[in-house]
Structure formats: C-alpha cells, structure tokens
C-alpha cells in the first residue's frame, strides 16, 4: 500500500515506514536512544531528501521517546532534575543547530556533512563503548555474574564549580557538563535529525557516573522535550517536515518502544552497552560505505550528458 509525502514530494509503501518506525522504537525503549542514528539514515536509504529525513526525524523521536520514558517513569528510574537541566542546555543547542542546518543547505552542503558527521560521531562512540563494555564483561565474569561500578572514581569533571546534587542518580557534580552536554545533544538534533542519545548515554555513565538504570529513562525525558522543540523550530524556520511521514513512524515507534523498555530491563548494564556499540558501528561501516564508494548514478548521469535517454 503506497502513500503520498506531500514535503518530500514521493510514493512510500506504508508497511515498510512502519515497520521502520516499530523496529527504531522497539531500539529507543531497550538503549535509552531517540533512535535517530539508525532512523535518519534508513530514510535516506529509501531515498527520502535528507533534508526531509533529518526534519522529519526529530518528529517521529519524541513519540518513542515519550513512550520509552513513561515505561521507565513507572519504574522510578528517571532522573527529573538532571533532565530538566540537560533540556536547557538542549534548547539553546537546538537554536543554534537549525540556523547551522539553514546555512549548510543554502550552500549546497548539508547532505555530505550530514554523512560525514555520522561517521565521525558513530565511529568514534562507537569503538570506544564496545571497548569499554567487552572489558566490564571480563569484570563481570571475573566477580561471578556482579557488575562492578566504580562509583568512587573521579574525573576532572567533579572539580569544577556550581555543584548541584542529583538525589535519584545519587551524584554531586557540576552544573557546567550537565548544560553543555545537553547543548551538544540539541546541536545533534537540529543538524543530524537524532536524539543525541548515542552521545548522551556513554557521556552520562563514562563522564558524569550516572547509574546505568537511570541513564536510559532521563535520556528518553530529555531527548523528548528537547526533539519536539527542534520540530517546532525545523517546521517554522526551513519547512522540511513532512508529518504524513512522521505520523507513520510515530505510529510504529510508539508500539516498538513499550516492548523494548522490557527487553532491556532483562539485560545487564554492560550487555546493553555492547549491543548498543554493535548497532551504532553498523550504522558507521554503511554510510562511511556510501560515502566511499562511487554511486551507480554518477555514470547514468554521464550517458545522459552524452546524448541519452
């Protein structure tokens, strides 16, 4: 069954959009992620406009989001006020990000440096989390099937000033990386159409020693607000978000995220950590694969120039 986009001016088959959505939503709910690094470039892969796609995206996370952060509300592990700290530096990060998105596409360069940047990000995070997680697993191992956090260890992190305790994530740091972390995040948002979770989860566990439990609920809270605020600006400010397309992937990522707020809670921290490494390599190897590789068209294009049909 197809259905028109009217923004992205295209036929898409209903079924394949939702289960794209389901499939994104099912990931949000189980890692604590908007889903957005794998979403945005599974649209462009169906050949929707990247520009479309990454608008459109930012849309369809706040519907997973809100369903994955209500399942984790209902289990007590979502960290409101260091949330709602992430969420205003989230706001200005948006801000900025969509006046960068505005700039990139008026010069021609969005969809190259939309690429680029997930490859960079993806691959980056990526390696650095599957190398953390395989050594908690040999921990884990080690102590008998205990995974071990060192709670008591410090970074430069926890000395700088305007320290603000955080009852439910039990820590006492520094208001500055909650914001700028938020910040980074909204920036994602606005240029990548992602939820920043990639970035956020490893940042909040590795950097700000926030409980593993707690990370994915707060995660999902403020990817939620701060998503829906980059959809509001993205539709007023460049027009690129087609809700005939992001009702259908909300549709699907509503229903995927409830079940896999359950998956997860089965998982140990380190085993989620691992998947979530495995799923944002994945994603890495493909698009640095489109970027590298000469695309097919380019010599349909040469024939045409030639005097083709």
């Not at 295209?10 to 289960?19: K, R």
């Not at 169906?46 to 209902?74: D, K, M, W």
């Not at 993806?122 to 060192?150: C, F, P, Q």
């Not at 998503?227 to 007023?236: K, L, S, V």
């Amino acid at each position: 069954m197809n259905i028109y986009l009217p923004i992205a001016e295209m036929s898409v088959n209903i079924f394949i959009l939702f289960a794209m959505g389901g499939g994104v939503g099912f990931l949000s709910g189980m890692f604590g992620v908007g889903g957005g690094f794998l979403m945005t470039p599974l649209l462009i892969f169906y050949n929707i406009p990247p520009a479309v796609a990454v608008a459109t995206e930012a849309n369809q996370i706040v519907a997973s989001s809100f369903s994955g952060a209500l399942a984790h509300f209902r289990r007590m592990t979502v960290d409101v006020k260091l949330g709602l700290f992430m969420l205003a530096g989230g706001i200005v990060g948006s801000t900025i990000g969509v006046y960068i998105f505005q700039a990139l596409r008026d010069a021609g360069q969005l969809d190259l440096v939309i690429s680029l940047l997930y490859v960079i990000f993806l691959g980056t995070v990526g390696t650095l989390m599957m190398i953390e997680s395989l050594n908690a697993m040999r921990k884990v191992k080690k102590t008998g099937g205990v995974e071990v956090r060192k709670s008591s260890q410090h970074n430069w992190i926890h000395g700088l000033p305007f320290k603000v305790r955080f009852r439910r994530s039990k820590i006492y740091l520094s208001a500055i990386p909650v914001l700028v972390l938020g910040m980074l995040v909204g920036i994602l948002a606005s240029i990548m159409g992602v939820g920043g979770g990639f970035i956020m989860v490893p940042a909040m566990i590795y950097l700000l020693r926030v409980p593993t439990n707690v990370v994915i609920g707060t995660s999902l809270f403020q990817i939620m607000f701060t998503t829906a605020y980059t959809t509001i600006i993205q539709a007023t400010t460049n027009h690129t978000v087609d809700f005939v397309l992001a009702i259908i992937l909300m549709v699907g990522g509503v229903i995927g995220a409830q079940f896999g707020a359950q998956v997860g809670q089965k998982l140990r921290g380190d085993q989620l950590r691992a998947l979530l490494a495995l799923m944002v390599l994945a994603v890495c190897v493909r698009l640095a694969y489109d970027l590298l590789v000469t695309p097919s068209e380019l010599f349909s294009l040469a024939s045409n120039l030639g005097g083709g049909h």
